[in-house]
């Protein structure tokens, strides 16, 4: 399974981008697609994940301001990010997860993409 992420970049606060990433490969279509990020010197953190029936979880710090979604005819998650902020700098990675009988989960990761918020 593969992952391409898109849509990063440079942003002044209170802009928006969009986030796009694609799965490619054999997948599971029960499954959760998300997006995670990683400030430098920081650990990897939930930014936030939506499952294939369309339920979605968010992190305290981006409720209200960012939207994910996705299209599971195209395996692709995307995230809406407005009010940007500088604190949400950071690379921004995309993952699809799923468990499959005999009990195993699969997991995996896109290669990031940067998003810098200038104040």
């Known amino acids: 399974v593969q992952l391409q992420a898109s849509g990063g970049g440079l942003v002044q606060t209170g802009g928006s981008l969009n986030l796009s990433c694609a799965a490619s490969g054999i997948i599971f279509s029960i499954n959760v697609m998300g997006w995670y990020r990683q400030a430098p010197g920081k650990q990897r953190e939930l930014v936030a994940t939506i499952t294939s029936a369309g339920i979605s979880v968010y992190s305290e710090s981006v409720k209200g301001r960012f939207t994910i979604s996705r299209d599971n005819a195209k395996n692709a998650v995307y995230l809406q990010m407005n009010s940007l902020k500088a604190e949400d700098t950071a690379v921004y990675y995309c993952?699809?997860?799923?468990?499959?009988?005999?009990?195993?989960?699969?997991?995996?990761w896109g290669q990031g993409t940067q998003v810098t918020v200038s104040s």
């Open positions: 993952n699809i997860r799923w468990v499959f009988g005999p009990p195993r989960s699969y997991n995996f």
